[in-house]
């Protein structure tokens, strides 16, 4: 298990109730059962206390957790007959964004998701989750399919941000992406979309240009990092907690400012301490969106889109 910073104290508990089972598998006469016990108690009680007032600083940390459940496991269990398809069909395949034709329940969709990677080799094979251009347009790829098949369009937002390297620059990263928001707007078919850790910036916004969006309950969704934020304003990096807070990119906040439909909970301690638990959740999230819109025609779904961005300004306002 990986801890978090505010996590420490669970940390000593959990690791001397470990400790004690250690001794005792190596001692058989050694009985510490009740005192084990009585520490594995004590450390749920204190992981729900810990949980049950995160700031927003705190939710970015749990956000960006290595352990938490990403898109690849998410298709891998919630999807089936998932066939990858790759490439933007102009420069290369982009392996920060995947995606292709499968079936949820059964019904024949397009999923498209950031996958971050799971340790070194495929963290750096994924770009850490930031998306180049040619990524932007390989989904674009896969939209203009889900129209022109009447395919419904899942999206698993999980990213920093798209790719700012000189690269993603030149070949017109800025366009791409707001290709890929346009395409999401005018899609004749249900988009549903679930920020599944980090929704960060442009980035998140391409794939996020939905019908219906739905977070995890402690996934943030921003226009900018908190670091980024605070260097802007404070110029200093180290002020990223009042900015966190500052930038209202909880789940909770969200909700209400209009900007998200749903928040899809997750087990004490976060998607990472019960990954089936938190993926099943999110398939049930998923499932009565998708039946929300099913039957819908294709001018209503396109409008019902487009006034849903438009009216967030005005209900931002009004909380």
């Known amino acids: 298990m990986n801890y978090l910073e505010f996590e420490k104290p669970l940390a000593e508990i ?89 079936r949820f329940n059964d019904t024949p969709v397009i999923v498209i998701g950031h996958e971050k990677g799971h340790d070194t080799k495929t963290r750096i094979e994924r770009n850490f989750g930031m998306a180049r251009p040619e990524g932007y347009r390989k989904a674009i790829r896969l939209m203009d399919m889900a129209d022109k098949f009447r395919l419904p369009v899942i999206t698993l937002v999980d990213t920093p941000g798209a790719y700012p390297g000189k690269g993603a620059e030149e070949r017109g990263q800025s366009e791409a992406i707001a290709r890929a928001t346009e395409r999401s707007l005018t899609l004749g078919v249900p988009v549903i979309s679930v920020i599944i850790g980090e929704g960060g910036s442009g980035g998140a916004v391409a794939f996020a240009t939905a019908n219906r969006i739905a977070m995890l309950e402690y996934s943030i969704y921003s226009v900018i990092s908190p670091e980024g934020c605070a260097s802007i304003l404070w110029k200093d990096s180290e002020k990223m907690r009042e900015a966190a807070e500052a930038l209202r990119l909880t789940a909770q906040d969200l909700q209400k400012l209009g900007v998200i439909d749903r928040i899809v909970k997750e087990p004490v301690g976060g998607a990472q301490r019960g990954r089936r638990e938190a993926i099943e959740a999110v398939g049930k999230a998923i499932e009565a969106m998708l039946k929300d819109l099913t039957g819908k025609k294709p001018d209503f779904l396109i409008k019902d889109r487009r006034e849903k961005f438009l009216d967030m300004g005005a209900k931002g306002l009004a909380a």
């Open 14 to 102: 959990e690791g001397k109730a470990e400790e004690l089972r250690a001794m005792a598998r190596g001692n058989a006469a050694m009985d510490v059962g009740n005192e084990a016990a009585a520490l594995d108690r004590k450390a749920e009680q204190m992981l729900k206390d810990l949980y049950k007032g995160l700031n927003a600083w705190q939710k970015c940390q749990v956000a960006r957790h290595p352990d938490r459940p990403h898109c690849r496991e998410y298709i891998d269990t919630l999807f089936t007959e998932y066939t990858a398809l790759a490439g933007d069909r102009n420069f290369a395949d982009d392996h920060a964004v995947m995606g292709g034709l499968a």
